[in-house]
């Protein structure tokens, strides 16, 4: 059967795929998948077992617990698609992070185009110029692509910029109350 229909049909099942998406946010325990799935564990252990066979899932016993943790990449990709309009709550337009780049000194390489993953540039093949085509993709805080650019082409605003808006918009408590959601 083709691999990409025998994903759909692994999470076309409610159980399964609310077992999934509760594994996106790390691996668990059988325990902790029958309380949040709310199924009974028979139930739970039959769909845990489809998708392992199915591929989507794997397990690993550590002392008396078997976790749980999902290993298709495709499956994390299909499922984790971000919204990026807004940053800890805030509108993410009104936030000025993004990659520039000095046009002088980009040859092109590709470097940054092809390792962004929340696809914030695009190439022009005629100029062979990296263009930042969706800059309000770009993960606030993050550098990894200057890091990448061997031209030192790619740069962003300062540190402080972004500690400010901490500061400012009381995000610290967010991210406190965010760890608690994640837990339960
Ligand atoms: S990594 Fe730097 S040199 Fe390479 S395409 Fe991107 S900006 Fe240009
Ligand atoms: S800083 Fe990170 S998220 Fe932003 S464009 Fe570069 S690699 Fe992508």
Known sequence: ?????????????????????????????VCEIVEKVGRAQPTVSLQLSKLEELGVVKSRREGKKVYYFISNQKVKGLLAKKDFSKWKGLDRREIEWYPIIDENKCIGCGMCVTSCGRNVFSF??????AIVANPYNCMVGCTTCSVYCLQDAISFPDKEYVRNLIRKHGLLGKAKTELLKMKE
């Open 1 to 29: 059967m083709d691999k990409e229909l025998e994903l759909f049909r692994a999470l076309c099942d409610e159980t399964r795929f609310k077992i999934v998406k509760y594994l996106l946010t790390g691996r668990k325990c």
């Open 124 to 129: 022009d093949s005629e100029r062979n110029k």
